[in-house]
């Protein structure tokens, strides 16, 4: 199950790369092949960031059940695994949050975004560092069950590349709040 998991998780990474370039084009304020393609891209995105969860669910409950048998839960020494659930558990409620702002209505037969202000801007700032909390938490794990052996030659560069497209990512958040004003 971690393997489906893992495999997920880069299938997951790969929609979400497209729709952060995408939607930091769209939020500076540039055209960047329309909604169409975001909202295709973000509910395909949905579905397995779905059986994502829910396996991670899954396993979450095993690990908790295996800490009541056995008594005790060694919480200290398994800190950076709860860090991996809890942000996953944040990102989830971040990203419905996000839907619900970007998920717009057609009133009148027309598009029409949702209003865009300060608690808006706060929410979707803390989904970019949930997300990268979750991300940066989870990309050793990842490529181990992956199988790779080498983790310094991958990990570094994707930590890279992902903290560039995140920061850029909240800048366009701020870019299109500032717009908003």
Same mark, same amino acid.
């Given at each position: 199950?971690?393997?489906?998991?893992?495999?997920?998780?880069?299938?997951?990474?790969?929609?979400?790369?497209?729709?952060?370039?995408?939607?930091?084009?769209?939020?500076?304020?540039?055209?960047?092949?329309?909604?169409?393609?975001?909202?295709?891209?973000?509910?395909?995105?949905?579905?397995?960031?779905?059986?994502?969860?829910?396996?991670?669910?899954?396993?979450?409950?095993?690990?908790?059940?295996?800490?009541?048998?056995?008594?005790?839960?060694?919480?200290?020494?398994?800190?950076?695994?709860?860090?991996?659930?809890?942000?996953?558990?944040?990102?989830?409620?971040?990203?419905?949050?996000?839907?619900?702002?970007?998920?717009?209505?057609?009133?009148?037969?027309?598009?029409?975004?949702?209003?865009?202000?300060?608690?808006?801007? $706060?929410?979707? =700032? /803390? @989904?970019?560092? #949930?997300? %990268?909390?979750? *991300?940066?938490?989870?990309?050793?794990?990842?490529?181990?069950?992956?199988?790779?052996?080498?983790?310094?030659?991958?990990?570094?560069?994707?930590?890279? $590349?992902?903290? =560039? /497209? @995140?920061?850029? #990512?909240? %800048?366009?958040? *701020?870019?299109?709040?500032?717009?908003?004003?």
């Amino acid at each position: 199950m971690r393997k489906i998991n893992a495999i997920l998780s880069i299938a997951i990474m790969a929609l979400f790369l497209i729709h952060m370039v995408a939607g930091i084009l769209e939020l500076a304020g540039f055209e960047a092949g329309g909604s169409v393609i975001l909202e295709k891209i973000a509910r395909a995105m949905a579905a397995l960031i779905a059986v994502h969860a829910l396996i991670g669910i899954k396993l979450s409950a095993d690990s908790i059940l295996a800490c009541k048998k056995a008594g005790v839960s060694y919480f200290r020494e398994n800190k950076i695994f709860w860090a991996r659930r809890i942000s996953g558990f944040a990102l989830l409620a971040f990203l419905i949050v996000h839907v619900m702002i970007f998920l717009g209505n057609t009133a009148g037969g027309a598009y029409r975004l949702n209003l865009f202000a300060g608690a808006q801007l $706060v929410s979707q =700032i /803390l @989904l970019v560092i #949930s997300l %990268a909390v979750h *991300v940066i938490s989870n990309v050793k794990p990842s490529l181990i069950s992956l199988g790779f052996r080498s983790l310094r030659d991958y990990a570094v560069d994707i930590l890279v $590349v992902l903290s =560039i /497209l @995140l920061l850029l #990512s909240g %800048a366009a958040f *701020v870019v299109y709040y500032l717009r908003w004003m």
